[in-house]
């Protein structure tokens, strides 16, 4: 199972416990899945672990990619970000590379891209030095190569599986390891690098000799300025390993290999073991070694997760105490590790039972916290009948014409003899437009083999790709024929095809680069979990199937387009304006596959066609299934309401109507009424008197008050116009009467003066103040009773009756 597993060790400190795992994330959206490869380099830079290069468990395709991770203590997380090389670096595996100081790092191979074992080029070609400046994120490297004894050429050719360290006296060494491209080539001797003199030389063998060619073991620095190097297997011998009981030293004065330095405190179950992953202390007296593989005599490969320390000041092996928890750790062998913060042993990649373990990453998401929230408020507030109600469909079906073929094929091969099979051929029936098939791809197997059920070889795949702008099957033609050709050498062959929708086919992110939409790291972690696994263990079981050869398939597929009511949506429980996830399924439907093994692989045989799959559209119709909710808040309303509105009806039909009240949000925010409280708004404000209630600006009348209508009606215009000028004058700003204005008014007015000749029709001033108190008494009257409280009078009285009365004698 392919997760990341980091291992955390307290290096200061005993007993020594492994501690935790830390998860991954990626924010950069260059990576689409986790790097798998083992062989990995890796360095540290200012706490950060860099890993570089690697290869696949075929050996047949390398990469050059640098990843970066960043360790948090405080979060418990590694954030993965890919390295923007600014040029690119040599492809390769095993690099073996060392810090030539705090900002360089320095590889010995060449440059080469998929090299095989066929070429005698790449075998035979010798290494040159990479350097690659992580301030300026730039490789160089020397355009000739060092100057090596031309005699030795094999020695100085890429390497796998071998140690490689930077020794105190500046020189870089290579210790053991196997042929980069003929791991049986187990047996060349070590070699160094003078930077200084740029000079290749060789390790000479002790005076004993004892072959000393540890493939998979752990080098590292001395005290004294020598190189020791312990467990490995033997270069002599395939199943033999370097036992734990002794350590080979190398001296660098005079580079040859001294007598065997005896280890204390071993036992004898002690594992011994290739692939194991080593790093040191910080002060270089403790040596930390993690995992390893060893291979059985009967080719049961057994891998550790072990962790032993090896005290290297007085060469002994130091016990360890491991917690129980640790069940996370995983076996593995051949894994890349790094020490951070000279506190933390970062242990990952590698090889555990056939398969690559690697990271399994989740890229980081920004998501509504919110949702979650509204979900649970919402369980209280409706009926959970909306909430859960169920969910039913319609259906309906579109006539097309045309069907592009949706899908990719791989195909399981037997290459024991180097010969491809099958042969692909595409073409519709009756016509030998190939053209009219679209592109078949062969893939470079980057991450993962698909394996099958009495699967015997590898897996070649195919990757099917259909044409945007021809016609791939139509109503005339509506059958696309593949004829597979080769030979069959076992019943075990077989022709696999697995079919996936143009837009979710996770091979276009793996080889292509693209991006699909919800198939992100973890996404893809998972899909290529599964297929590595085996290619029938997967989530698309249902299409996958099996053509063997001498056999025809007949297949049939179809594509149903499903319109599935978002959850989160609240549109959804209302009932309007629903809102769709749009997804769609591919299913296919076939023959069942048989054997019946008539071919055989016969000396000078041509390639022969082994069967033909036969593949065609279900139906010229499009299906699309849209969901519908039975139970919104709108269908819950209108039941209520037809409830509500049966016993109004029979409440109308026994009681009669009611006239409406104006009562509703309309009545209160017309226009007219807004402009009416903003006026009485003002008047309070400006008239208002406190601790007193307000005036109502309304004008009843009442007949009791008509004789004052019809007494002041009696009197003439001009008596009329008398009255009101003699109202004035009589009183002053004090409200007292005073004669003299009167008469000096009465005397310099026109009107008065031509009434004064008439003295019998004038009434005397007494009489007339008489009369306008009683008016007066009646205003007040009327005040009191229809207008004004009798509070405001009282409010009115009290600073009249508080001044002296200023009435003249």
């Known amino acids: 199972m392919p997760w990341f597993l980091a291992l955390l060790l307290i290096l200061s400190t005993y007993p020594i416990f492994l501690q935790a795992e830390y998860p991954v994330t990626v924010n950069d959206p260059k990576i689409k899945f986790s790097p798998r490869m083992y062989g990995r380099t890796t360095v540290v830079v200012n706490d950060t672990m860099y890993v570089y290069g690697g290869r696949t468990s075929l050996g047949a395709i390398y990469t ?65 030095p990479f350097v690659f400046d992580f301030e300026t994120l730039t490789w160089s490297s020397n355009s000739t190569t060092p100057r090596y004894n031309a005699s030795m050429n094999s020695t100085f050719t ?4 071998h140690s490689t360290v930077l020794g105190d006296d500046g ?52 005290a004294n300025g020598n190189i020791g190097s312990v467990l490995g297997g033997r270069g002599s011998d395939i199943e033999g390993y370097y036992g734990s009981q002794y350590m080979f030293v190398l001296n660098t004065y005079n580079k040859s290999w001294e007598i065997p330095t005896n280890i204390t405190n071993y036992n004898d179950n002690e594992i011994v073991c290739e692939g194991s992953t080593m790093q040191l202390s910080a002060n270089n007296t403790i040596a930390y070694i993690f995992g390893g593989i060893k291979t059985g005599s009967n080719s049961s490969d057994y891998i550790y997760s072990r962790l032993r320390v090896l005290n290297i000041r007085n060469f002994t092996w130091l016990t360890t105490a491991e917690r129980n928890d640790n069940y996370h750790v995983q076996p593995r062998s051949y894994a890349s590790s790094a020490i951070i913060e000279n506190k933390y042993f970062i242990v990952a990649f590698a090889m555990a ?27 209280n507030i409706w009926n959970r009948s909306i909430i859960n109600s169920s969910v039913s469909f319609t259906e309906e079906s579109i006539d097309v014409s045309t069907i592009t073929f949706p899908g990719w094929a791989y195909t399981s091969i037997n290459d024991v003899y180097g010969q491809d099979f099958p042969q692909l051929f595409c073409s519709h029936i009756n016509s030998p437009d190939d053209v009219a098939c679209g592109n078949i791809t062969i893939l470079d197997r980057t991450l993962f083999s698909p394996s099958f059920v009495e699967q015997a070889g590898d897996t070649q795949c195919y990757l099917y790709e259909s044409i945007s702008n021809v016609t791939v099957v139509s109503q005339d033609r509506a059958v696309l024929r593949f004829y597979h050709m080769g030979f069959a050498y076992h019943l075990q062959q077989a022709v696999h095809l697995q079919f996936y929708e143009p837009h979710k086919n996770p091979n276009r992110v793996l080889f292509r680069n693209e991006t ?79 054997s019946r093994g008539t071919y055989a692989k016969t000396e000078g045989q041509e390639p022969v066609v082994l069967g ?52 509703g949000i309309v ?15 003002i008047l309070e404000k400006y008239f208002s008197i406190s601790d007193a209630q307000s005036v109502p600006f309304v004008t009843p009348v009442h007949q009791r008050f008509s004789s004052i209508y019809e007494l002041n009606s009696s009197d003439n215009h001009h008596d009329h116009e008398k009255q009101l000028i003699e109202e004035n004058v009589l009183l002053d700003d004090e409200g007292l009467i005073l004669d003299h204005d009167v008469d000096e008014a009465l005397s310099k007015t026109p009107i008065l003066d031509a009434a004064m000749d008439t003295k019998d029709t004038l009434k005397d001033l007494q009489e007339r103040l008489g009369q306008l108190e009683g008016r007066n008494q009646m205003l007040e009257l009327v005040l009191k009773a229809y207008y004004i409280d009798d509070r405001i009078f009282q409010e009115l009285h009290k600073p009249s009756s508080s001044e002296p009365s200023r009435v003249s004698p």
């Not at 009545?667 to 708004?681: A, C, L, V």
């Open 353 to 379: 039972f056939g398969f690559i373990i690697a990271f399994v990453v989740n890229r980081k998401r920004i998501k509504n916290t919110n949702i979650h929230t509204l979900q649970a408020i919402s369980k």
């Open 516 to 594: 699909i939409p919800g198939y992100d790291v973890k996404f893809m972690d998972d899909w290529l979990a599964s297929e590595s696994n085996s290619g029938s263990k997967n989530d698309d079981l249902s299409r996958v199937v099996s053509v063997h050869p001498d056999s025809t398939m007949y297949i049939q597929f179809e594509t149903v387009y499903t319109h599935q009511i978002d959850p989160d949506s609240w549109w959804n429980f209302v009932g309007i304006f629903p809102k769709y996830i749009y997804t769609s399924d591919l299913s296919i439907t076939h023959t069942e596959p048989m």
């Open 171 to 222: 020189l870089i060494y290579t210790i053991g390891g196997v042929s980069f491209f003929n791991e049986s080539i187990r047996d060349n001797p070590s070699w160094y690098y003078d930077m200084k003199n740029d000079y290749y030389g060789i390790i000479q063998p002790n005076s004993d000799s004892i072959d000393i060619f540890p493939v998979g073991g752990n080098a590292f620095n001395l």
């Open 64 to 128: 050059n990619n640098m990843y970066r991770y960043n360790f948090n203590q405080d979060t418990g997380i590694v954030n993965m970000l890919m390295v923007d090389q600014k040029n690119a670096g040599p492809n390769c595996s095993f690099c073996g590379a060392v810090m030539m100081d705090e900002t360089r790092m320095l590889i010995l191979t060449h440059d080469f891209a998929n090299a095989t074992e066929e070429d005698p080029e790449n075998i035979m070609q010798v290494v040159r």
């Open 612 to 663: 033909d799959i036969a593949i065609s559209p279900k139906t010229f119709t499009q299906r699309i299934i849209t969901e519908k909710r039975d139970t919104t808040i709108v269908s819950s309303l209108g039941v209520v309401g037809g409830i509500v509105g049966i016993l109004l009806a029979i409440q109308v039909f026994l009681f009669g109507a009611r006239p409406p009240k104006p009562w």
């Open 158 to 161: 890429m390497r796998a599986k």
């Open 667 to 681: 009545h209160t925010t017309t226009i007219r009424s807004s402009i009416k409280n903003k006026r009485q708004r």
